[in-house]
């Protein structure tokens, strides 16, 4: 989520071709035909970097239409601005309809909703400030609170042939897989991160991780060194492994077998040596 807008997890801005190829067409026997403008050929080079092609001389070359579907939203009606002011300069903004199909569709969220599936929306709080308003009665819904609610398009036109109008979330419609996860830093760990609303911050009730202690270093040290939890595996058959050390030394050794079996990968010396003698690991 770092530096992206939350609310477009709801609803995204994309690049339709099918609405619209008159323009990029338009613009490409132009561009072939060395017969754009030079006001055309100026503002086209304010595209991103990425969907220009160059020659020696800084001249454009061409434009990959296609990479500019990858787009995020901000980037995408930037790009649109600058195509809807070519298309006046070039006489193309009577073609009609959209210049380069512009569209919008549901976002990350919805489609998870739709497709009974998790979704983890990573470093929540990195996101932009203000970006998460229209979430706010979906994190109401998800936890729980309300039993529907729904979201309007601020992106859809006014006869909503562009995109959805809006969505409601019920949970009666609910999938047993659907499942949001958020995740975060404190707010110390950098200028990046911000903190909550107060509004968010109650609704989510977000639960702390503790620095690791002695017990999560064993785990991990013995993950490292044998490939096995140890520490984590013995403190939970605590009452196997003393009362039959051989045993549970065998065991440890068939539960590493496996996992190199399902890794496809051998198992190196020393850890098998360091697994008959678990005790000193």
């Known amino acids: 989520c770092g530096g992206k807008n939350m609310n477009d997890l709801l609803f995204e801005m994309v690049l ?26 100026a503002m086209l080079k304010q595209l ?11 001249g454009l070359k061409g434009i990959d239409w296609t990479a500019l579907k990858s787009l995020g939203n901000e980037q995408v009606q930037a790009v649109y601005d600058v195509l809807k002011k070519v298309s006046s300069v070039e006489g193309l903004d009577n073609a009609g309809g959209n210049a380069l199909g512009m569209n919008s569709q549901y976002g990350a969220l919805v489609r998870a909703f739709l497709e009974n599936r998790e979704i983890v929306l990573d470093e929540y ?21 309300i039993r529907e ?17 809006s969505f409601t979330f019920k949970r009666e ?40 202690e002695k017990i999560d270093w064993q785990h991990r040290i013995c993950q490292m060194m044998v490939g096995m939890p140890v520490s984590t595996l013995y403190m939970t058959y605590q009452d196997f492994a003393d009362s039959d050390p051989d045993g549970f030394g065998d065991w440890l050794m068939q539960l590493r077998r496996k996992k190199a079996e399902i890794e496809g990968t051998p198992i190196p010396e020393l ?11």
């Open 48 to 58: 991103p970097k990425e969907v220009l092609s160059l020659d020696e001389d800084g």
């Open 125 to 145: 709080n990195k996101s932009k400030e203000g970006s998460d308003n229209a979430l706010q009665t979906v994190i109401q819904f998800l936890i729980g609170e």
């Open 16 to 41: 339709d071709f099918g609405a619209g190829d008159a323009l990029p067409k338009a613009i490409d026997k132009r561009l072939a035909a060395g017969a754009l403008e030079p006001l055309s050929l």
């Open 149 to 165: 609610c729904t979201v309007e398009n601020p992106l859809k036109n006014k006869d909503n042939t562009s995109g959805p109008a």
């Open 173 to 212: 419609d609910m999938g047993t897989g659907f499942f949001v996860t958020f995740t975060g830093n404190k707010t110390e760990d950098g200028t990046t991160t911000r903190s909550l609303n107060r509004s968010v911050y109650d609704r989510l009730k977000p639960d702390t991780l503790p620095d690791p």
């Open 271 to 281: 850890q098998e040596t360091l697994l008959m003698n678990w005790k000193n690991v």
